[in-house]
């Protein structure tokens, strides 16, 4: 497939959708519109359910993530049937959500068979999805954030899939950014709330939490003394469906996502782990003029060659990647330049 070919098929606005993909976005418009300014968690739920309705569903994510550090924070997580713990963590450089975030593109399953899917940790049933698609959150930019779509049934995520969840994932941005102080509605000033900035915020939403977890507290000791076993398996799942609301919430506002002071601080070297020697090497592969190949990198470092093969086994092994290709995309991914993406992307 040619770059044109992927710039147009990406075009959101050139997607017909079908009247059933229609109501049910709308109808998770109207569940977002409805929940209260600080029930993220009904907002995940209603895009799940949405993209669920549409397609053949069995995993469903949000992720919240800064470019900085390559931290990434997912508030929400869904796999057959089951919400799922959710958690921090630092995402590779050579998986789905590096090969978005430098590319500021959806990922589909079916452009590289799963290739970059599968170098993922996964969750869930631990069984590799038969199609996917990954969408960016994007913002002045950068990319804040990504919204992830799984099946075990292989082909059904379609161009319409894709346009649906893209739409969706605008939609999450808007709720999570609310209170940002460029908005000419500062929805903070009268959702106190929402405010997930310095030590104030960290302590409301502490304090929010707090209150959750007290109130949980109360209604399982009421659970405990409830006879009816159909009444008390209803009641155990609702507090189930609280807790993840809890993380969810807390997760949102405190977890690693981006940080626009912070998206402002200089990259970390993706390269700091080399010795010199396997820099120098990664500076000539990765050179303007493109890789020179062995012999040729072996006569500029005035080594032998099984030299650099050495060395280059020993970067591609630090990094985590397979193949010295994606070395440039992973030295261009480090800089403020976006200019190049990775392997078999097409750059915006």
Same mark, same amino acid.
């Given at each position: 497939m040619?770059? #044109? ?13 079908s009247d059933?993909?229609?109501r049910?976005?709308?109808y998770?418009? #109207? ?6 300014r600080?029930?993220?968690f ?8 949405a993209?669920g309705?549409i397609t ?7 992720? %919240?993530?800064r =470019?900085?550090?390559?931290r990434?924070? /997912?508030?929400?997580?869904f796999?057959n ?9 630092? /995402? ?11 590319s500021?593109?959806?990922?589909? /399953?079916q ?10 940790i ?16 994007l913002?002045?930019g950068?990319?804040v ?7 075990d049934?292989?082909g ?7 346009a ?5 994932a605008? !939609?999450l941005?808007?709720?999570? #950014?609310? !209170?940002?102080?460029?908005? &000419? ?7 106190p709330?929402?405010e997930?900035?310095?030590r104030?915020g960290? *302590?409301?939403?502490?304090?929010h939490?707090?209150?959750? *977890?007290?109130? +949980?507290a ?14 008390r398996?209803?009641? *155990? ?5 609280r807790c993840? =609301? ?15 002071d912070a998206?402002?601080?200089? &990259?970390?070297d993706?390269? =700091?782990?080399?010795?010199? &020697?396997e820099?120098?090497v990664v ?11 062995n012999?040729?990198?072996a006569?500029a470092?005035?080594?032998?060659t099984?030299t ?5 086994? $020993?970067?591609l092994?630090?990094?985590? +990647?397979e ?6 995309? %992973?030295v261009? $991914?480090g800089e403020d ?7 078999g992307?097409?750059?915006?």
């Amino acid at each position: 497939m040619t770059a #044109q070919a992927r710039d147009q098929r990406w075009k959101g606005d050139d997607t017909v959708l079908s009247d059933s993909t229609i109501r049910a976005l709308r109808y998770a418009d #109207q569940v977002i519109h409805e929940a209260d300014r600080a029930d993220v968690f009904t907002v995940y739920d209603a895009c799940r359910a949405a993209i669920g309705a549409i397609t053949v569903l069995d995993d469903f994510y949000v992720a %919240l993530l800064r =470019e900085d550090d390559r931290r990434i924070s /997912y508030p929400y997580l869904f796999s057959n049937g089951s919400y799922a713990e959710a958690g921090t963590m630092t /995402y590779g450089p050579a998986g789905v959500v590096a090969w978005v975030v430098a590319s500021r593109r959806p990922y589909r /399953y079916q452009d590289d068979q799963g290739a970059l899917l599968n170098r993922g940790i996964r969750f869930g049933d631990l069984e590799p999805s038969a199609d996917a698609v990954v969408v960016p959150m994007l913002t002045e930019g950068r990319v804040v954030g990504a919204v992830g779509a799984l099946s075990d049934t292989p082909g059904v995520m379609t161009d319409e899939v894709v346009a649906a969840l893209t739409w969706l994932a605008a !939609v999450l941005l808007d709720r999570i #950014q609310a !209170v940002s102080p460029r908005r &000419r509605l500062n929805l903070g000033a009268v959702y106190p709330e929402l405010e997930d900035a310095g030590r104030a915020g960290t *302590l409301m939403a502490v304090n929010h939490a707090t209150s959750a *977890l007290t109130a +949980l507290a109360a209604e399982i000791e009421l659970v405990g003394g409830l006879d009816d076993a159909e009444e008390r398996a209803a009641a *155990l799942s609702r507090l189930s469906r609280r807790c993840f =609301e809890v993380q969810a919430a807390l997760i949102t506002r405190l977890g690693g996502h981006a940080d626009p002071d912070a998206q402002r601080e200089r &990259r970390t070297d993706p390269l =700091e782990a080399l010795s010199p &020697r396997e820099r120098s090497v990664v500076d000539l592969v990765t050179g303007p003029d493109g890789d020179p190949g062995n012999a040729a990198v072996a006569k500029a470092l005035g080594i032998g060659t099984a030299t650099v093969k050495t060395h280059m086994a $020993s970067v591609l092994a630090k990094l985590g +990647l397979e193949h010295r290709s994606e070395l440039r995309w %992973l030295v261009r $991914s480090g800089e403020d330049d976006r200019d190049v993406g990775p392997p078999g992307a097409t750059t915006l």
